[in-house]
């Protein structure tokens, strides 16, 4: 009979996860390589201490480490704040990692004096727990975030940015999404306790798991009953089903930016629609079609994939099966992301003032351009994972006054983070507005359009 594996050596895991923590910080796209769950767990636990390692780095070195070294003491702090073995065991094996890490840090360095760096470091903060107690209470390391993001958020709110910044700051917990018409909520969340698993109603279809369990291991998950997805998120089925309800048929929907899918499948699962979802990124969407052979036996609508870039009036010609208008426009638009911070932390770190102008100019033009691919009478609707105003508020109230022909319809409007699933509350941070293009007829002369509708319609120019 053949012996398990052995684990690898928690220096091999410290190394893994900072590098990982690294790939993640610079910008790169995903991970170095499929992490293991101990490893994963070092990655949630290390990236929430970037901070923490600059401020602290800053106090007790002369010189800013390499990113990896710098991902490294990351981890190492948080699993010694955290409790995460003996102090003297968590050094020990960081200076391993150190060693095992040495060449990623620059050829002319040699291993040992990476290692000693390290070392040195960490029994520095050990030896003076006052000054390590400060560190914790900088703007930077206590929300993780360059000093512009925090003073962004806080011009936006004013003495309600701490709230914000403390709910953005701490980890978010699992929540899904479930197919009504497959799971009943209080049925799930018994199943969840069979399985020795909590569960949080956090909204008409949203539960949150404690703990944390793979993907696979959710009751419903393989079949595509449920999906992980924020509660936040989950708001875009009530606003096209309102729509839906109004048309008096199926729709047919845009999904403008679709990628990674969340909310295509969520409408998918929730009514009868002919959707097109189309994104710009032919990795991403070809990433969203392999979930969909997941949820797709739990669908009511047909998706139809497309790469393509909704910006480019040239890449609309020659698609014989994309409709030139629809009933439903989703945009669920490019942004800073910093709404939901909590589950990735590296997003702060990875935009800049420069990065806020650029995705707001984005989504205005997203809006003017496809406002003109929206039937009379139809519904676009804006999303944003983002609590800066920049990318909510102000979008929507500049898109009203250039464009005389919408009007503003009931949306969630402003979503603001909060963390108390077991009372109900738990979500990211998001931003919805809602627009109806109106006839010359009046507000609702559209509907009628709508109903006379069909695949042959004529082009809209």
Partial sequence: MARPAASPPLSANFAAAAQAIAHRMLGGQGSVAPPSPSVTDLVYRGSRYWGLAQVRCGR???????????????????????SFREPHVVVDEAVAAAKRLAPAAGRSTAAQKISGFVNALLRASLSDPAASAKDHQTPTARWNAPAWWIDRIAADYGEGSVVILDALATRA?????????????????????ERGLGGYQVGRRAVVIEPAVPVKKIPGFSEGWVSVQDSAAQHVIDLAQDLYQRIGRPLKILDACAAPGGKTFALAQSLQAKIWAIDVSASRLKRMQADWA????????????????VLDDYAWEGRPTLPDAFDLILIDAPCTG????????????????????AVVDIQRRLLDTLWRRLLPGGE????????????????????????PDARRRPSPGRILPAT??????DQDGFFYARFEKQKHGGPDAGVAYHRNADAGLGRAR
């Fill in 173 to 193: 917990p699992l929540t899904v999404r479930l197919c009504e018409h497959h799971l009943s909520l209080q049925g799930f969340i018994e199943r969840l306790r």
């Fill in 380 to 403: 676009l609707i804006f999303v944003t994972c983002s609590v800066f105003l920049a990318e909510g508020e102000a979008q929507e109230s500049a898109f009203l006054g250039r464009t």
């Fill in 60 to 82: 007790l070195a002369k010189q800013t480490p390499d990113p990896t070294i710098l991902a490294l003491l990351a981890v190492t702090w948080a699993a010694l704040d955290q």
């Fill in 294 to 309: 997941r949820v797709a036996p739990a669908a009511q609508s047909a998706v139809t994939f497309l790469q393509m870039d």
């Fill in 420 to 425: 108390d699933a077991e009372c109900g509350n």
């Fill in 338 to 357: 910093s709404g939901i911070t909590r589950r990735r932390p590296e997003i702060a770190w990875r935009r800049d003032p420069s990065s806020l102008k």
